[in-house]
């Protein structure tokens, strides 16, 4: 080849190459964090007394959800969030129909990485992520952790004194960014940060703890009351929305003993103190991210995968909440805190167990106005295809020898642009016997399959007013594409998708139980 034309060819080829480059250095990083067991209403920025400025401060200069919906369950949000798809759809916990989106943005040039808890089959590194530091197990001791914690695929258990899980995830998370862009600084990334916290066992660090330890005096009529007043203040949500009434089977703060206060007060306490925690390293990885210079290109994202857990599983309540030994849980008291102004908790298919909050953040691609609410409807399963659009790559039909089921979200993008979007033709909730599915302004409803509950969500959103009598074809509409979505989509099995009882809904005991009327 004579000189000139090598010479040419090695100019394109170098510039074809940087264009390359300075292209996948255009699409923006993305932080997922997903909390876990975190109520609707326990973030500041959504009403908590809970002290939390960090996100806060990424609400306030970004974009929160007034309707995000996961699915009322630690594993099959996980499923959703990861694959787009609804849980058995992919497969659930298997994932067998599905690919994550690490797998997708892994292919098309992004550093992966994960911290944190796992809940599914396999490992992570089995599942496109190329870092991983955290534990397989759906819960874990925060302070002495378990045999499933991994580290890039191999056991990991150097624990020491001052090991505790929440801070051991950013922790890991800020070395595998650092080893990325050390590698190859041109690529984006993708890190899911998936806390554990604050999921029982209830256990802070003694100084997170003692900061709220007589924040609860007052018990959760009045705290409850607080934050429903802080959310309409704040245009949270609508006025048209009625806080819904305390639980049947929890008393009054004031029927209570001083000793039940007291117990009572030290738990939620507790709580607050993890929440204060995923704050507090939320606020790390930020500013970890501006001394990087990356900040600006990053779209942060921060969820929860259900509403507040009732069920009380407390074992060594004798013992303090900072020593490993205990485990503490608390129940419907102060899970119906967690949830205001919703009703119902963790598992129900009710809003006070699909609803979550949602805060994007993202200096250079976020067009709405700094601190915005949006009430446009969006679910887990709209993760996949944000980032696939993100990525400027497409879902794959096939995947290591796995027909992929298609994908059933939809990008949040033209939302984040401060637009419209096409949304959902309907959504789909499942989980055990609590079914959902919500089409337009209706929802219908069911809690152990009892009888079904028909809400308008737009006006009604805290879900006090059932008026399925009132429209029967209703209903019978949204039944019917309830069972055929289960069935062709979900692919549930005919003992999953019975007809409901027609029975009056049950109701639970205050450590959550169902209860007898």
């Excluded at 497969?91 to 690490?102: H, K, N």
Aim: proline share 5%; aromatic share 10%; glycine share 8%.
């Amino acid at each position: 080849m004579p000189a000139p034309l090598l010479s040419r060819c090695v100019t394109l080829l170098l510039l074809s190459l940087w264009v390359a480059a300075a292209h996948a250095g255009d699409r923006p990083n993305v932080v997922l964090m997903m909390v876990d067991d975190l109520g609707y209403s326990d973030f500041g920025c959504y009403g908590s007394e809970i002290e939390t400025p960090h996100i806060d401060a990424l609400a306030d200069g970004g974009l929160r959800f007034r309707n995000f919906c996961n699915t009322a369950k630690c594993h099959s949000s996980r499923v959703s969030l990861l694959t787009g798809l609804y849980c058995d759809q992919a497969g659930a916990q298997s994932l067998s129909r599905g690919v994550t989106i690490a797998e997708v943005l892994g292919a098309a040039g992004y550093h992966t990485a994960m911290v944190g808890k796992w809940h599914l089959g396999a490992e992570p590194t089995d599942r496109g992520f190329q870092k991983y530091f955290g534990h397989l197990s759906g819960a874990t001791n925060f302070f002495v952790g378990d045999d499933t914690f991994r580290l890039n695929g191999k056991k990991w258990n150097d624990f020491d004194e001052d090991f505790y899980t929440t801070d051991a995830n950013i922790a890991w998370a800020e070395k595998f960014l650092t080893q990325a862009m050390e590698e190859d600084p041109d690529k984006p990334f993708f890190l899911y940060v998936a806390h554990n916290a604050p999921h029982y066992p209830l256990q802070a660090r003694e100084e997170d703890f003692r900061k709220y330890e007589h924040r609860y005096e007052e018990g959760w009529d009045k705290l409850r009351a607080a934050r429903y007043q802080r959310q309409l203040e704040m245009g949270l949500i609508p006025k048209a929305w009625a806080l819904s009434p305390r639980p049947e089977h929890v008393p009054a703060w004031d029927e209570l003993s001083e000793e039940q206060r007291d117990w009572e007060r030290r738990r939620m306490a507790a709580f607050a103190g993890m929440v204060d925690r995923v704050d507090q390293t939320t606020g790390q990885l930020v500013k970890f991210l501006k001394e990087k210079g990356v900040y600006d290109n990053t779209l942060i994202l921060i969820c929860s995968d259900n509403g507040a857990c009732p069920f009380d599983r407390t074992k060594g309540k004798e013992f303090d909440p900072w020593d490993s030994r205990s485990y503490w849980c608390y129940d419907t008291s102060w899970s119906h805190v967690g949830n205001t102004p919703f009703r119902l908790h963790k598992q129900n298919q009710h809003e006070g167990g699909i609803s979550s909050p949602l805060i994007a953040h993202w200096p250079a691609g976020l067009k709405t106005k700094p601190g915005e609410i949006t009430d446009q409807r969006a679910h887990l399963i709209d993760v996949m295809a944000t980032c696939i659009e993100l990525g400027e790559t497409e879902y794959p039909a096939q995947w290591s020898g796995r027909n992929l089921e298609p994908l059933q979200g939809k990008s949040l993008l033209p939302i984040l642009a401060g637009k419209t979007r096409q949304g959902h033709d309907f959504l789909y909730y499942h989980f055990a016997t609590n079914r959902a599915i919500q089409k337009g302004k209706w929802k219908l409803v069911t809690h152990r399959a009892s009888q079904w509950e028909l809400y308008d969500i737009e006006n009604d959103g805290t879900e006090l007013h059932n008026v399925a009598d009132q429209h029967p074809e209703v209903v019978a509409e949204l039944s019917a594409l309830w069972q055929k979505t289960a069935t062709e989509t979900d692919h549930l099995k005919p003992t999953q998708t019975r007809p409901v009882s027609g029975k009056t809904p049950p109701l639970l005991n205050k450590n959550g139980t169902p209860a007898k009327r």
